[in-house]
């Protein structure tokens, strides 16, 4: 099975642009759907966008356009990059991966996940 780790996470302003990482051990990511997720302090958690095992790439509406999901195969690391930030997206940052390349209508709903990382932490202030 695979093991997922965040890092990048931090504080910035709003305006301003993070990149986080996700790097994997145990499996290649290129078997998987990962998916990203955040959560707010007394919000559900939300997926924002997921990556085939081909590297095609699917958004929700709040994200679209300002952040950009990516991977290394070789590095078998996925990274989101975050640009635009709002103060609105201020919450935990979690990578998920889901055994199968296809990352199907179900790619914003937790519950499709099998492994999780611990999660990174990004404020953004005003």
């Known amino acids: 099975q695979v093991q997922l780790v965040e890092s990048g996470g931090g504080s910035v302003q709003a305006g301003g642009s993070l990149r986080l990482s996700c790097a994997a051990s145990g499996d290649a990511v290129s078997s998987y759907c990962v998916g990203w997720f955040r959560q707010a302090p007394g919000k559900e958690r939300e997926g924002v966008a997921a990556?085939?095992?081909?590297?095609?790439?699917r958004y929700s509406e709040s994200v679209r356009g300002r952040f950009t999901a990516s991977k290394d195969n070789a590095k078998n690391t996925l990274y989101l990059q975050m640009n635009s930030l709002k103060r609105e997206d201020t919450a935990m940052y979690y990578c998920?991966?889901?055994?199968?390349?296809?990352?199907?209508?179900?790619?914003?709903?937790?519950?499709?996940?099998?492994?999780w990382g611990r999660g990174t932490q990004v404020t953004v202030s005003l």
């Open positions: 998920a991966a889901r055994r199968g390349k296809y990352c199907g209508s179900w790619f914003l709903v937790a519950a499709n996940y099998d492994y």
């Open positions: 990556i085939n095992g081909d590297g095609a790439t």
